[in-house]
């Protein structure tokens, strides 16, 4: 009789606690990859920068409108960013 399996279940012990680990590793990965602090700061900032320009006055010569284009160009590039990192 083999020596390693001498212990009854032991087999399906062994599965049991392999599918756990499997199963918490994934998990820990899937939460590394979907906490992104340092992203989901920079979108509030950037929001928080467009509602100022969008309440400012519009007597800017056309700059204004263009700062709340490009930092509505950047949002989006913030959101592809959290989703091709899992977020």
């Given at each position: 009789?083999?020596?390693?399996?001498?212990?009854?279940?032991?087999?399906?012990?062994?599965?049991?606690?392999?599918?756990?680990?499997?199963?918490?590793?994934?998990?820990?990965?899937?939460?590394?990859?979907?906490?992104?602090?340092?992203?989901?700061?920079?979108?509030?900032?950037?929001?928080?920068?467009?509602?100022?320009?969008?309440?400012?006055?519009?007597?800017?010569?056309?700059?204004?409108?263009?700062?709340?284009?490009?930092?509505?160009?950047?949002?989006?590039?913030?959101?592809?960013?959290?989703a091709a990192g899992g977020g």
């Amino acid at each position: 009789m083999n020596a390693r399996f001498s212990f009854p279940g032991r087999a399906k012990m062994v599965k049991v606690v392999l599918l756990a680990g499997l199963v918490a590793g994934g998990y820990f990965v899937g939460y590394a990859t979907a906490a992104q602090p340092h992203m989901m700061n920079a979108l509030n900032a950037l929001q928080t920068a467009r509602g100022e320009l969008v309440m400012a006055e519009s007597n800017k010569g056309g700059h204004r409108v263009i700062a709340i284009q490009r930092i509505d160009e950047a949002i989006n590039q913030v959101r592809l960013g959290i989703a091709a990192g899992g977020g």
